[in-house]
């Protein structure tokens, strides 16, 4: 009896430990994606604020290519756009991911409980 | 407060603190780059070409131009550059700082959010370490009536008991009743007797031994108020020179004589007795006496005339020992001993007697060599012919002569003026 909780225990925790760790990936690719959304809000702001004949390159690889003004502004709008939208998957996927260990725990203190009593029954047994 | 825990909470707290510090340093950093290259930006176009030493590879350089001074790439973020002229990145820097700004201020506060906490926590960790701990005690409303009650009944027993006690005592005084204090109080006023009775100052004794057992009386306190009133009474009958009779514990015999003292209002001559010194001379068996028979006040602080006079001009026939000690001779008041000049004022000689159990006036204990002053006063005036006009400033006659030999004060010469 006592065996079969402590199995249900480990195997429990072990769930536990796992979605924890998927919350944490999630956690980090939300970050890096927050810090794009800025920079490129950042850029918006600054080819906004440039005169139309101005040069725009982009750095591909070690080459500088030029670009065109409206291109450039289009590009990095929907850069922002695609960044938002990412964001908002991995919210919800972080929500949801929060939850599911929510459950976990829950289960994993009753088994705790039901084990610790187990135990102390096999002491006065013995 | 479990140390651990809190050892813990502090490690957590440190790490946080830490943290926001390396950020706020990064971020100084940015903003010291960022002003460094607003400068050289706007250096930029003040020439057409610059001279410079253009890197090549990361060991080498070679000495270049720089020709399009005013043309600058500026990178946006993601990999995107545009091209612009050097005033117009400079805007960009400055934006770029003002961003910057708003993020250091925000960072500083959560900096100083972050530091009372962990001084709190290692407040709670000493205090704990040291071992104090909150002293709490649990208040009950009940039982802290039932707790007055029962002191109130206590209080009253035991103010009963002591009546009862008191009565006891008045019953019989002559036993042996008393806690051993008293008793310690009595060997104690014992041997103050005896000392006294080696003493020989007589008034000065008496009044000390009667305020002495005064204070004792009341540092007894209330249990012994009735017994006090009875040895008052007992002590009353003793001052008259009896002593009641079986009562032998709580005798106190005072014993007293007069002497007579010295009137210093009455004979001020200069040809005082000199037979007086010798009598008063055998009778010193103390140090104290020695201030008895000198008049020995404590120098003045008040600003004599002759404050620095140390030396008089007497009569040397009146001295001869050879101690060769500083005396004034003050024919008013008698023999000064001291620095200063003596203040005796000749209208409070007559109270000063009992004022000043040392002072002793007429009995000159000391025979020294007075060194002699040159004075005009020698053929002049008799030094009592000053006495009024000297008098208020309570300074011994003979002070002309001191005076003369010194720079005259403006009152003095507006006295003498005057008179």
């Given amino acids: 009896m006592a065996e079969g909780t402590q199995k249900r225990l480990q195997a429990e925790l072990e769930k536990f430990q796992g979605v924890q760790k998927d919350i944490q990936k999630a956690v980090t690719v939300r970050q890096k994606l927050d810090a794009q959304l800025n920079e490129n809000t950042l850029v918006k702001e600054e080819l906004d604020r440039v005169e139309e004949e101005a040069k725009v390159f982009k750095l591909v690889g070690p080459v500088l290519v030029k670009q065109d003004l409206s291109e450039a502004r289009s590009n990095v709008q929907k850069r922002i756009d695609y960044i938002n939208g990412e964001l908002k998957r991995y919210d919800a996927s972080i929500k949801d991911l929060e939850k599911k260990q929510e459950a976990h725990r829950d289960v994993l203190s009753k088994l705790q409980h039901q084990f610790q009593q187990a135990q102390v029954k096999a002491a006065a047994k013995a | ?419």
Avoid at chain 2, 98 to 104: P, S
Avoid at chain 2, 277 to 293: C, G, K, M, N
């Fill in chain 2, 1 to 419: 407060m479990d140390t651990q825990h809190l050892q813990r909470l502090k490690v957590e707290q440190d790490k946080a603190l830490a943290e926001t510090d390396r950020q706020l340093q990064q971020w100084r950093q940015f903003h010291s780059d960022y002003v460094a290259l607003k400068k050289r930006l706007s250096s930029l176009p003040m020439r057409i070409t610059h001279e410079v030493m253009v890197p090549v590879g990361s060991l080498a350089f070679m000495p270049g131009r720089l020709v399009h001074t005013n043309e600058v790439l500026v990178l946006l973020g993601d990999n995107y550059f545009v091209e612009r002229s050097a005033s117009q990145a400079v805007d960009i820097v400055s934006r770029r700082l003002q961003e910057l700004d708003t993020n250091l201020s925000s960072l500083q506060k959560q900096r100083e959010l972050l530091m009372p906490r962990t001084q709190f926590t290692s407040d709670l960790i000493t205090t704990e370490i040291a071992g104090q701990k909150e002293i709490v005690e649990p208040f009950d409303e009940e039982k802290e009536t039932v707790w007055r009650e029962r002191h109130k009944e206590y209080l009253r027993q035991a103010g009963q008991a002591r009546q009862k006690g008191r009565a006891a005592c008045r019953e019989n005084p002559g036993k042996e009743a008393g806690p051993t204090d008293r008793q310690v109080w009595e060997r104690l006023d014992q041997l103050e007797l005896q000392e006294s009775q080696r003493n020989e100052l007589e008034g000065q004794s008496l009044r000390h031994t009667t305020q002495r057992t005064e204070s004792r009386r009341g540092a007894e306190g209330y249990s012994s108020s009735e017994e006090s009133t009875s040895q008052e009474e007992e002590e009353e009958e003793e001052e008259e020179g009896e002593e009641p009779v079986g009562q032998t514990q709580r005798v106190k015999v005072i014993r007293f004589s007069h002497t007579t003292l010295p009137d210093d209002s009455v004979d001020r001559g200069v040809g005082r007795s000199e037979s007086a010194t010798e009598d008063t001379l055998a009778s010193i068996q103390s140090p104290a006496d020695v201030y008895r028979l000198v008049k020995a006040s404590p120098p003045s602080i008040l600003r004599t005339r002759h404050s620095h006079a140390g030396h008089r001009h007497t009569d040397p026939s009146q001295f001869g020992d050879g101690q060769g000690k500083k005396v004034t001779f003050d024919p008013s008041g008698g023999v000064t001993f001291g620095p200063s000049g003596g203040t005796t004022l000749k209208d409070d000689a007559g109270t000063k007697d009992k004022a000043d159990p040392f002072h002793v006036s007429t009995h000159k204990a000391f025979h020294d060599v007075v060194v002699e002053r040159p004075t005009q006063l020698i053929s002049g005036c008799h030094p009592l012919l000053d006495l009024t006009s000297t008098a208020p400033d309570g300074i011994p006659e003979g002070h002309n002569a001191a005076a003369s030999t010194r720079p005259a004060s403006r009152f003095q010469l507006a006295r003498q003026k005057k008179t």
